[in-house]
């Protein structure tokens, strides 16, 4: 059932191989926050794949399934992780915290945003 799926994938909905690839092993969610890119046309219109060390590195090890607002946080940041850390999940978790943190400081001028314009009404 599996080889079939694959094989409709790629074979009449033209996914690239890496695609089938890396949404598979995420279990279809974005690997940075959990969203389930199946959950809703929106969700997998936010489908993209994300190279955790952006240096052109098409390696499926270097690919993380991402959704659109994660991987816009983390644009072209290199996860910092210690020497001994380098493997797939340090990176991801370092780059986890990247986002988490820059997610929380655009929160916090949306939020004052907002009440400055609810202000207005
Ligand atoms: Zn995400």
């Known amino acids: ?7 409709i994938l790629k074979h009449e909905l033209h996914w690239p191989d890496y695609q089938v690839d890396v949404g598979i092993r995420a279990g279809f969610r974005c690997e940075y926050c ?8 929106e969700n997998y219109d936010q489908w993209q794949v994300d190279h955790i060390i952006p ?23 290199i996860p910092t992780v210690s020497a001994g850390n380098t493997d797939r999940e340090s990176l991801i978790n370092a780059a986890k915290a990247i986002i988490s943190e820059r997610r929380r400081v655009k929160e916090k001028i949306f939020l004052r945003t907002l009440e400055v314009i609810k202000s207005l009404r």
Do not use: I, P, W
């Not at 059932?1 to 094989?7: C, P």
């Open 34 to 41: 959990g969203k389930d890119l199946l959950e809703s046309y």
């Open 55 to 77: 240096n052109g590195n098409n390696a499926l090890e270097n690919l993380a399934l991402s959704c659109k607002l994660c991987n816009f946080l983390k644009r072209h940041t």
């Open 1 to 7: 059932m599996r080889d079939r799926a694959k094989h």
